[in-house]
């Protein structure tokens, strides 16, 4: 089945995109872009039919430059039953280029990626979630900076479809991390259009977009799991989706990651009010619990200590150029006071715990993009039991 | 509504994607030179006066060039593929280009074979149909007819329903309304007998060629070249599969001297085809009786339990534009005719008698439905002029009002079993699938061809 993004008018987003990628000189990546049959199926016929899949679709534009599972009807029909939703539903039309993002569609990028069926509920309620108009997925897609979707998996499903939350989770090895992360991706690039260079400006990109997935130590972590701080229950399994300028690896304390939270403070995050990533070593977080500190605690201290000082700020390229009053209020009135906490309040901190247990604790720092602030939360509905499959 | 949006150079292509993302394709842009973020308050002012002003009072001014419809497809005569039988039926299936049966593979020989069948070139357009605004032309009337399993000597009648369905006061692009009504097609002349369409015993059910192929044609043309499909375009709630070709008995027309339904609705031409949407219907058994008196109380009371909320069309959207239909047996109107009754006098008795109190009607299409705005009763739209008096003869909710606006609205046509006394009617959709009838044009060698054809 044919990936392309299809608008609900019928035209295929393929032919604006080599328009684009003409104009940009980047026809060579992509010499077959908006040559294919305009169906839903194409029967490819070859000695190697895999190569040939793989070969005609990263001349069309359809992948992240690795190999991808040829999306055959089988492995679709498998993919859409391992979800709870019928292959035509539609989450919506995706931004910039108003793909159709039906059900069906979204299940051949997933094969791409080398999903498992099991794997295909967290892929749709990220979807969902890109598709909020909170999230900005416009922005996302266009825009000259490199943030990519990072995807929190919490709950049952995390554990039962083995999303790494420990040793290595941002790192390769992990399948589920892996190919869910690509098939959100890959439907950000096929349905949506945000083809790198043609339609995506980010300056550099960043690894994290082939894929940014984890899901939260719950098992270890001292205080109620991030889903259920924000009003699930523990049984239920989501994904909450946060815009990632990057990764920012931090070793060692408290202290030490409030200061990179300071130092690295995204200027567009705040312009934005932007809501920032951290990720917390298991270690710390039992520490700090044991000290009888609670998430928000931990969460208002970092607020309270990563700070930009005010002249860092005043001297910054981006305060040159912005009107003094476009600046939201809380960042004028904390640069009176000398400093600049790296977002609004504490809690536009999401506060996840993950990664090895490690005596020499590392967590990570998530800087936000862009306007609105967005953390969106999505219950990932996994087909009821025995529910018949593909 | 003219509109000037200002791009800075850099970004250009985000504008023209975003726009066209946006449904707004060859949206006018005023270029901005540079970046203004790094431009002093003096350069920005001079590269908007030397650029950007021009170009903002072209795009208040000048006509936008917008952008056609660019859905690619394949050229008529592309062959988009090469298999067996049941790779080529799989492949056309998961295309969305079949109905779920097996079709005929479309051919160049075969579809050549069917062209040969019209005067009219292939690339004759014969409209252009929503929702997909695709042209209608002879060749793809071909490509259909070849899929659908008809023969080639049906392409005059395929021709005069895609014409027909192309007609303006059909209304085409209701076909996926939530109701899901489905079409009728009946077709008059000679062509009845010299193509052997079934028009006696089991008129109304699949299993003559002629009949079943062409019903089956009609659905395939409006998936594949309107654009009707499930779950996208189609949003009939239930739907129905399509109706075969309903031929009228013109033997027993002409005995009893009534007109053909397509010289009631203003066609003489020989052979013609009418075209009509219709909500549901069913049979009425055994209609007892030997005068009108006796035959008629039933037949109205069938027609009008058929019709509920379609009285909208009656009162509300396209008011007066329902048109039911009774399906008479021929001994039924046979019986009907001895007894003095031309089909303009049936109708008058039939107008006469089917009839519902004025508060069960207004109920239909008010408090039940709340299918026209405001509610008003029909004594208030008659004393506006918006339908006829016949409404409004008192104010009394109790007094009986008819379910259509005139009596020639009732249509009457004659099929099915000659000697058994049942007939069948029919809930008609209104303005979203008004009868319209075409006539049908043949080629000029037609007799010779058809000798020939018969002869293989």
Known sequence: MLPAGQRASGEWIDDT??????????????????????????????????????????????TDGLPIVPPTLGRIDAMIGGGALDRHAVLGEMEPLGGVASVEKIAASAVMAGCQPDHFPVVLASIQAILEPEFNLRGVQTTDENVAPLLIVNGPAARRLGINAGWGALGPGWTANAAIGRAVRLVMNNVGGGWPGAVSFAGLGQPGRYSLCLAEREDDTPWPPLHVELGYRPEQSTVTVMRAETVINVTGGLEELASVIGSAASLFGMLWSGKATVILSPFTARRLASEGRTRADVRRELYARGRLPAETWRRSWIHATVRASDWPDWVRAAAESGSIPAVREPDDLTLVVAGADLPIPQHVYCPSWGHPPSRVTREIVAPYPGAPRG | MPTASLVCE???????????????????????????????????????????????????????????????????????????????????????????????????????????????????????????????????????????????????????????????????????????????????????????????????????????????????????????????????????????????????????????????????????????????????????????????????????????????????????????????????????????????????????????????????????????????????????????????????????????????????????????????????????????????????????????????
């Open chain 2, 10 to 456: 850099g970004f250009r292509g985000q504008a023209a994607t975003t726009a066209a993302g946006l449904g707004l394709p060859g949206l006018p842009t005023a270029l901005v030179p540079g970046h203004v973020d790094v431009q002093t308050v003096d350069e920005l002012r001079q590269n908007v006066a030397a650029v950007t002003v021009d170009a903002v009072i072209k795009n208040l001014t000048e006509t936008i060039a917008r952008a056609g419809h660019a859905v690619a497809e394949p050229a008529p005569a592309d062959i988009v593929f090469e298999g067996d039988f049941d790779e080529v039926n799989r492949f056309f299936y998961e295309n969305d280009w079949s109905d779920g049966l097996p079709i005929v593979p479309p051919t160049p020989e075969r579809v050549a074979s069917f062209l040969r069948w019209s005067d009219r070139p292939g690339e004759t357009e014969l409209g252009v149909l929503l929702p997909d605004q695709r042209r209608a032309t002879v060749w793809n009337v071909a490509v259909n007819g070849v899929m659908a399993g008809c023969r080639p000597e049906y392409m005059p009648i395929l021709i005069a329903l895609v014409e027909a369905m192309a007609d303006p006061r059909y209304g085409v692009e209701h076909s996926g309304n939530t109701p899901g009504a489905e079409t009728l097609i009946i077709l008059n002349g000679p062509l009845i007998k010299e193509l052997g369409f079934n028009f006696e015993q089991g008129a109304l059910r699949d299993g003559v060629h002629a009949n079943t192929t062409i019903g089956r044609f009609w659905r395939l043309y409006l998936r594949n070249v309107a654009g009707f499909l499930h779950h996208r375009t189609d949003k009939g709630t239930f739907g129905n599969t399509w109706r075969v070709v309903l031929a009228e008995n013109e033997d027993a027309l002409r005995r009893i001297g009534w007109s053909t339904i397509a010289q009631d609705e203003g066609v003489s031409d020989a052979n013609a085809v009418t075209i009509s949407r219709f909500t549901g219907g069913g049979v009425i058994a055994s209609v007892f009786g030997n005068t009108p008196d006796s035959m008629l109380p039933y037949l109205a009371d069938s027609i009008v339990r058929k019709v509920g909320w379609e009285l909208m069309f009656t009162v509300g959207m396209g008011a007066g534009s329902q048109r039911p239909l009774l399906l008479l047996s021929p001994i039924l109107a046979e019986t009907l005719a001895k007894a003095g009754l031309d089909k303009a006098a049936l109708k008058q008795r039939l107008f006469e008698l089917c009839r519902i109190p004025a508060w069960q009607f207004e109920r239909y299409v008010g408090a039940w439905t709340n299918l026209v705005p405001g509610r008003p009763t029909l004594h208030a739209l008659a004393k506006d002029g918006v339908i006829p008096p016949v409404f409004a003869e008192s104010d009394d909710p109790e007094r009986l009002v008819p379910i259509v606006c005139r009596a020639e609205d009732l249509m009457v046509a004659v099929s099915g079993d000659p000697l058994r006394t049942n007939a069948y009617a029919f809930a008609h959709n209104g303005i979203l699938g008004f009868p319209t009838t075409k006539p049908i044009r043949l080629p000029a060698e037609w007799s010779r061809m058809l000798r020939e054809a018969r002869s293989q």
């Open chain 1, 17 to 62: 995109l080599r328009a684009r990628a003409e104009e940009k000189g980047l026809l060579p990546r992509t010499p077959l872009a908006g040559q294919f049959p305009r169906q839903r199926v194409e029967v490819v016929r070859a000695a190697d039919p895999t190569a040939e899949v793989n070969r005609l679709f990263r001349l069309r534009g359809w």
